[in-house]
């Protein structure tokens, strides 16, 4: 009687901890960042599939440990199965304790690889805060480079984690060599579909090659590309073969042709000197660091559609006065200034009329004249109200007109960002120190990457790699990486999170150096401090440091 309820209390137990299980992987499968939890406090119901009390245990679980949150699942899920059908039931919770010991060292097999884009937890990697803690307590502990330390650490910790797993798990002899043999077989499959993969590889490279030799010995005539055909735009198509180049029909693509600005930009003095060809009358020059050409950059092409003449400007402000005067508005639109995306319409009021009744009519100008919106705002300094509706059609703003003009290239300030055009058409160019910190936020196709592809090209194009230094982090892996290689990286562009934080601590203490050094000359800022020192090198003033070396 004692053995059937020992048995029947084991296959209950079994069942307990099967049914753990599938609730803890429920909650930590479901797991969403927004439920309310220890960390988060919201109003919203929670999306787990085990309720609130899911993500109140899911949350620590899973910024504590890890991916090693779901060794507790798997632990449970083979024990409560041995428990139920008797086999392997020796030293079950001696065992059972070891396996939630060893939960620390799967976190940190799992600190040591990088996370996935969609893992919730930004401030800790696969294995949690406390992988990542022991992770780097390990490898500062080794007595050689962190970089060259983790892959032996990585192997150890993995070797580690098998071990304390099989113990833990009470794999006896059979189930090991049962298991053995299912990981041998997925690798013997796994390399079998890869030679399948280079034999196909292999087949299409001797295809290729073949057809190569067959067009080589074919009469060169008929290698020639045929001319193209009336009414379209011809094309070159690349030639890869040097004696086919030599007897190929060579169609000149008519030359291309600028759109004629509003208002002709002022060429920067660089712009200028672009046009000239440059000598150099050093025998042996030294080196130096030359910028790249503006000849890089796409050249202003023409628009979908011309710019608006008077007459339609001059339709468009006898309409926006009817509109304006069926609402009661009266006055005169005394200017139109057309500009790349809006038109700015300046209307002189009628005296006594309020500017917030006009402004207050925007949506219903915008209706009126059949455009997307409508601004309106006074100008400040002047006793006129403008409204801004937008063109037909948007004036492409290119970069290469930008950089090339006046305003940008004899700015007279070094970290000028050329930003575009005002709706005047004027270049519009900042002075990055003088600007506070940047945060771009947009939805899919408003722009951020060309904002920020335009910011780093005014920086390249106008500093030396001594004069500007870039660090680039990049976790997508796509909108940075172009810049790969380039002189002005301080580093390599950086696409690992953990790595990024060495990275943005080495910045953090070299701001802070720079802030000691600018407190010992009484300055505010970098310009005042490169005054001071120019100034102490033309009066021949000596720089003193005290540096305290013992006791008398």
């Known amino acids: ?54 993500a109140l245990i899911a949350d620590p679980l899973l910024r504590s440990l890890g991916l090693g949150a779901w060794g507790l699942v798997a632990l449970l899920v083979v024990w409560g199965g041995r428990l139920v059908l008797h086999r392997g039931e020796g030293r079950v919770w001696s065992r059972f304790t070891l396996g939630i010991l060893a939960m620390p060292l799967v976190s940190t097999f799992a600190a040591a690889h990088a996370p996935w884009a969609s893992w919730p937890f930004g401030e800790a990697g696969l294995g949690g805060l406390l992988g990542d803690v022991l992770l780097g ?87 020639v590309p045929p001319p193209p055909p009336v009414g379209r735009r011809a094309r070159r198509e690349p030639v890869f073969d040097p004696e086919a180049a030599e007897d190929a029909v060579v169609i000149e693509a008519p030359p291309a042709v600028a759109a004629p600005p509003r208002k002709p930009l002022k060429q920067s003095r660089r712009a200028e000197a672009e046009t000239q060809p440059r000598f150099d009358f050093d025998a042996a020059p030294a080196a130096r660091y030359d910028a790249p050409p503006l000849a890089l950059l796409a050249p202003p092409r023409p628009g979908a559609a011309p710019p608006l003449s008077a007459e339609a400007l001059d339709e468009s402000a006898r309409m926006l006065e009817s509109v304006l005067d069926d609402y009661g508005v009266r006055g005169e ?36 004249m059949c455009a997307l919106s409508a601004r309106v705002s006074t100008v400040p300094g002047r006793n006129v109200i403008g409204i801004e509706l937008p063109n037909p059609h948007r004036e492409k703003v ?52 060309v904002a920020i592809n335009t910011m780093i090209l005014s920086l390249l194009y106008r500093l030396s790699p001594e004069e500007c230094r870039l660090i680039m982090i990049d976790p997508k892996m796509l909108e940075l990486s172009v810049y790969d290689g380039i002189p002005h990286l301080l580093a390599p562009v950086v696409t690992d999170p953990k790595k990024a934080v060495v990275a943005l601590k080495w910045t953090v203490a070299e701001m802070e150096d720079r802030y000691r050094k600018m407190s010992k000359l009484g300055v505010r800022n970098i310009d005042g401090y490169n005054a001071r020192v120019r100034e102490a090198l033309a009066n021949a003033e000596p720089f003193t440091r005290t540096v305290q070396t013992g006791f008398d």
């Open 137 to 223: 307590e390990l490898l500062r502990a080794l007595p050689m480079a962190p970089a060259a330390a983790l892959p032996w650490v990585t192997l150890a910790l993995g070797v580690c984690a098998l071990l304390a797993a099989g113990v833990a798990l009470g794999l006896d002899r059979a189930e090991t060599a049962t298991l053995a043999r299912g990981f041998g077989a997925g690798l013997a499959t796994a390399a079998r579909a890869g030679a399948r993969a280079l034999r196909g590889l292999g087949g299409f490279a001797g295809m290729a090659a073949a057809r190569a030799e067959q067009a080589a010995k074919g009469p060169r005539s008929s290698r």
């Open 333 to 368: 639109i005394s200017a139109v200034r057309p500009g790349p995306v809006v038109t700015l319409y300046e209307l002189e009021p009628a005296p006594g009329t309020k500017a917030s009744r006009v402004i207050g009519l925007s949506d219903d100008i915008a209706r009126s």
């Open 1 to 54: 009687m004692r053995a059937f309820l020992a048995r029947r209390g084991s296959e209950l137990a079994g069942l307990v901890l099967a049914g753990l299980a599938v609730a803890l992987g429920a909650a930590l499968g479901s797991y969403d960042l927004r439920d309310p939890s220890w960390f988060v406090a919201t109003a919203d119901p929670p999306r787990n599939l085990m309720g609130a009390p899911g």
């Open 398 to 449: 290119w970069l290469r007109e930008m950089l090339a003009a006046s305003a940008f290239g004899d700015a007279g300030y070094p970290l000028a960002l050329a930003l575009g055009k005002d709706i005047a058409g004027e270049p519009v160019v900042a002075n990055l120190a003088r600007m506070p910190h940047l945060l771009i936020a947009g939805t899919t196709g408003s722009g951020k990457s």
